[in-house]
T-cell receptor
Framework: AQSVTQLDSHVSVSEGTPVLLRCNYS??????LFWYVQHPNKGLQLLLK??????LVKGINGFEAEFKKSETSFHLTKPSAHMSDAAEYFC????????????FGQGTELSVKP | EPEVTQTPSHQVTQMGQEVILRCVPI?????FYWYRQILGQKVEFLVS????????KSEIFDDQFSVERPDGSNFTLKIRSTKLEDSAMYFC?????????????FGSGTRLTVV
C-alpha cells in the first residue's frame, strides 16, 4: 500500500528565512509524488510533481523538492519565505495502477511571521 | 488560467436531507473526481468518473452517494440522506489525462455542514 506522512502539522518561520516542510512516503512501486498548496478559501493548487525524471524538482513560487529514494523522503523547501506563502501544504502520492487516485498527507500549516 | 468551479461554497443542511454539490470541470478535461476532508483529518478520495461512469470508488462512497454528469459541463455529487458525519469540505477535481504522473486541477471546495 502507498502512503505519505507529513512530519509536522505546523511550521512557523520568519519572512526571509528558509522553509522546510517534511514528507516521507511509502510505496512498493516507483512513486509519483506531488506537493499541493491551499490558501484560505481557495482550491488545492499544484506546486510541483515528481514523476521519476530529475530528483530535484522545481515548482512555482520558488519552491522545490528533492526525491530521495534511500530516505523515502520528498521534502519541500524554499530559500526565503514570503508572507504570501502562509497556507496549508499537502504532500500527495499517486496510487499505482488506480487511474490517478491520490493519497494525501495530513497537511502542514505554514505560518510566516513579519 | 482555467479553473474548476464549485457551488455553493458553503451549504448547511438538516440531517436526513438530500444535497447536491455542483462542479464545473475544465472544459477539455475528461476525468473527474470528488475528494472530501473532514475537519482535522486527511483529504480522502471518494470517486473518479470517466466516460459517464464511475471508474474507481472508495469504501466511503456507499449507496448514499452518487455522481452524475447531467449536461456535459456540470459534474455533481449527490448525498441522498445526509448524516452528521458527512459534514466536511468536498473538493471536485478534473484532469485532462489519466495517469500516475499527472496532477489534477482542484476546485475551491464546498463546505457541507449537516445539523
Amino acid at each position: 500500500a502507498q502512503s505519505v506522512t507529513q512530519l509536522d502539522s505546523h511550521v512557523s518561520v520568519s519572512e526571509g528565512t528558509p522553509v522546510l516542510l517534511r514528507c516521507n512516503y511509502s510505496s512498493s512501486y516507483s512513486p509519483s509524488l506531488f506537493w499541493y498548496v491551499q490558501h484560505p478559501n481557495k482550491g488545492l493548487q499544484l506546486l510541483l510533481k515528481y514523476t521519476s525524471a530529475a530528483t530535484l524538482v522545481k515548482g512555482i513560487n520558488g519552491f522545490e523538492a528533492e526525491f530521495k529514494k534511500s530516505e523515502t523522503s520528498f521534502h519541500l523547501t524554499k530559500p526565503s519565505a514570503h508572507m504570501s506563502d502562509a497556507a496549508e501544504y499537502f504532500c500527495v502520492v499517486s496510487v499505482y495502477n488506480q487511474g490517478g487516485k491520490l493519497i494525501f498527507g495530513q497537511g502542514t500549516e505554514l505560518s510566516v511571521k513579519p | 488560467e482555467p479553473e474548476v468551479t464549485q457551488t455553493p461554497s458553503h451549504q448547511v443542511t438538516q440531517m436526513g436531507q438530500e444535497v447536491i454539490l455542483r462542479c464545473v470541470p475544465i472544459s477539455n478535461h475528461l476525468y473527474f473526481y470528488w475528494y472530501r476532508q473532514i475537519l482535522g483529518q486527511k483529504v480522502e478520495f471518494l470517486v473518479s468518473f470517466y466516460n459517464n461512469e464511475i471508474s474507481e470508488k472508495s469504501e466511503i462512497f456507499d449507496d448514499q452517494f452518487s455522481v452524475e454528469r447531467p449536461d456535459g459541463s456540470n459534474f455533481t455529487l449527490k448525498i441522498r440522506s445526509t448524516k452528521l458525519e458527512d459534514s466536511a469540505m468536498y473538493f471536485c477535481a478534473s484532469s485532462e489525462v489519466l495517469g500516475q504522473g499527472y496532477g489534477y486541477t482542484f476546485g475551491s471546495g464546498t463546505r457541507l455542514t449537516v445539523v
